[in-house]
């Protein structure tokens, strides 16, 4: 019956590879020897039929336990990761009579949890970047914004200066003309009224200094207000981009939050495999 058995296995297990189309290697042990061996095609253990199981193997462990066993062979031990799983063979009353073993190659896991995680690493660093530039922009914006409202108090300050200088003008207006006034009336007065003529000389002269001033410092005031003009309608087309960045940087921070959580998933799930 045990013969049976072990030949029933040695029929399908030659088979199992190409069945399954992966690249696993099988050897089938009795109690005590290794009774057939099927290297796969990147995984050679060096099992040789006829040789005797060594005490603290997996095959000799599942033979004397009578339960599966599983484990993850690193690459340094024989050039690449594996699964080894070994079953219990058993003939029809349950008895132990050997063990099959089967070592699946690790190395495309490997390499995918490598790649995955190199991948969410460097996803992280890219979010990271993006969100430094995120808050970047909203710091331009935030700037650009206070420069719009201080070129918008400047504007104001230039008209409260218009109206000073409108004042100030008015003002050398009335003197000039008190001044005319004041001069016709001394030449009335005749000898009496040269000093009176001399003090109206002079507050028309003063009258046509300050009106003269106040033209010179209209003109300054319109360039002023034409570069502040300028000013403006430059901020306001940064304004207007920096808006967009600010809502741009935003929408891929949120796709970049989420690519670097898939990634991480799919990090994790390569583990598991």
Do not use: W
């Not at 040695?10 to 089938?28: A, C, N, Q, R, T």
């Amino acid at each position: 019956m045990e013969d049976k058995t072990f030949q029933s296995f040695l029929e399908v297990v030659p088979s199992l590879k190409e069945m399954l189309d992966e690249d696993i290697g099988v050897v089938v042990a009795d109690k005590t020897n290794i009774i057939f061996y099927l290297p796969g095609d990147t995984i050679n253990l060096n099992h040789k039929v006829g040789d005797k199981l060594l005490v603290g193997e997996p095959l000799y462990k599942t033979i004397k336990s009578g339960k599966k066993h599983s484990s993850i062979v690193s690459k340094e031990i024989y050039g690449i990761p594996f699964k080894a799983v070994t079953y219990p063979i058993k003939d029809s009353k349950e008895m132990i009579i050997g063990a099959v073993g089967i070592s699946k190659s690790l190395k495309d896991n490997f390499e995918v949890e490598e790649a995955s995680e190199n991948l969410f690493v460097s996803l992280q660093q890219t979010n990271a970047s993006v969100t430094e530039i995120c808050n970047g922009s909203q710091n331009l914006f935030a700037s650009i914004e206070k420069i719009v409202e201080s070129s918008k108090r400047a504007e104001e300050k230039l008209k409260e200066s218009y109206q000073i200088l409108d004042l100030i003008q008015n003002v050398a207006r009335q003197s000039n003309l008190l001044g005319l006034n004041a001069a016709i009336e001394s030449a009335r007065a005749g000898e009496y009224g040269k000093g009176f003529s001399v003090v109206a000389s002079e507050m028309r002269r003063l009258a046509q200094l300050t009106g003269q001033s106040s033209k010179n410092v209209s003109k300054i005031l319109i360039d002023m207000n034409n570069s502040i003009e300028d000013i403006k309608k430059f901020v306001n087309q940064v304004h207007t981009i920096s808006e967009s960045q600010v809502a741009e940087t935003e929408e891929i921070t949120a796709v970049m939050e989420k690519i670097t959580l898939d990634s991480q998933r799919l990090a994790d799930s390569a583990k598991i495999i």
